[in-house]
């Protein structure tokens, strides 16, 4: 499993983000049944960064506290049974891992939206990691089924890793 991240901002944060992405990546692929190991890039920017980034990709000229960009098309969410398939377009050719996609999350909106919430910056960047992952294997939240089922996953990695509220 390989993960890399870049921060472009001056935020330093208490905790190793590359770890704590490693573990929420470990979680999400078990709980989802992966028989591969992953790779997943991580950017962490500010405001102005991840507006840029939603306008030019998804024509949404406003700043969101993650962006997920996934790697592969999923026919259902969870199913990799497609990957080797597909293999040229879904793995590394030199580590041979399931290139899942990118996340890129917004200090700003990390910090801001920890104090709203009345939790730790390390629940809060973690909650918004766990939340792309997920998106990354195929989920969504667009209707209120799917919502739910997003939300309990990500609640059984946040557990699972002792990442409470608070």
Not at 8 to 23: G, V, W
Not at 115 to 142: I, P, V
Request: proline share 3%; hydrophobic share 35%; aromatic share 10%.
């Amino acid at each position: 499993m390989t993960s890399y991240v870049e921060n472009e901002t001056e935020m330093i944060f208490p905790f190793d983000t590359r770890e704590l992405l490693s573990k929420i990546m470990e979680q999400v692929m078990e709980l989802e049944g992966c028989p591969y190991e992953t790779s997943v890039n991580l950017l962490i920017t500010d405001n102005e960064g991840i507006r840029e980034y939603n306008r030019d990709y998804r024509n949404i000229d406003k700043e969101t506290d993650v962006l997920s960009f996934p790697n592969l098309s999923f026919e259902r969410a969870g199913d990799f049974s497609f990957a080797e398939a597909n293999e040229a377009d879904c793995f590394d050719p030199d580590s041979g891992e399931l290139l899942l996609g990118d996340i890129i999350l917004s200090v700003d909106r990390i910090r801001d939206q920890a104090k709203e919430y009345g939790h730790s910056l390390l629940r809060e960047f973690a909650f918004l990691t766990a939340h792309s992952m997920f998106h990354l294997c195929g989920y969504d939240h667009m209707e209120p089924g799917e919502a739910a089922v997003m939300e309990q996953k990500q609640e059984e990695v946040l557990l699972r890793l002792d990442i409470t509220r608070g």
